[in-house]
């Protein structure tokens, strides 16, 4: 993900078209993904490397 948004973000911020249906898609499906690995680990106890 850093990666992607570090390749990606100048052309957001500045002027990138609109995003395609396509990418729209894509980035929905990869919204939901984190979200639903994001909860799975919170009701596993989770895996918090913050310490």
Do not use: W
Request: charged share 25%; aromatic share 8%; with cysteine.
């Amino acid at each position: 993900m850093k990666d992607l948004y570090s390749e990606n973000r100048t052309e957001s911020y500045y002027g990138g078209g609109r995003p395609t249906q396509e990418q729209a898609e894509a980035m929905t499906d990869l919204a939901g993904a984190v979200h639903q690995f994001a909860v799975s680990q919170i009701r596993e106890g989770g895996v918090c490397l913050c310490d």
